[in-house]
């Protein structure tokens, strides 16, 4: 079985930052996309960023230029810098990994509030 627990949500003025962090752990051959993606109340899931095995990044059209999302494949884990947050980036964050154990299987975190309020 695959975990992925995410951590470093919290309650930013909007202008503010927050770096979202989420580990993978558990019987991993490997860890194919990683991604972010959030959804607000009343609204359905979106992606947010996601970023391949070597690298490769795409992002949302709100979010290109304030968020930059990473890796560390040697950890497991995958990041989301998020700047100049505004408050309808207010949601609750989930991250996704498609994962290789003895089978490819798509995996998700718990979620993650980010709450971006003066």
């Known amino acids: 079985q695959v975990q992925l627990v995410e951590s470093g949500g919290g309650l930013v003025q909007p202008g503010g930052s927050l770096r979202l962090s989420c580990a993978a752990s558990?019987?991993?051959?490997?860890?194919?996309?990683m991604g972010w993606y959030r959804q607000a109340p009343g609204k359905q899931r979106e992606l947010v960023a996601g970023?391949?095995?070597?690298?490769?990044?795409n992002y949302a059209d709100s979010v290109k230029g304030r968020f930059t999302i990473s890796r560390d494949n040697a950890k497991n884990t995958v990041y989301l810098r998020m700047n100049s947050l505004k408050p309808e980036d207010t949601a609750v964050y989930y991250c996704?990994?498609?994962?290789?154990?003895?089978?490819?299987?798509?995996?998700w975190g718990q979620g993650t509030q980010v709450t971006v309020s003066s």
């Open positions: 996704n990994a498609g994962v290789v154990t003895n089978v490819f299987d798509w995996y």
């Open positions: 558990g019987r991993i051959f490997k860890i194919n996309t």
């Open positions: 970023i391949t095995s070597d690298g490769s990044t």
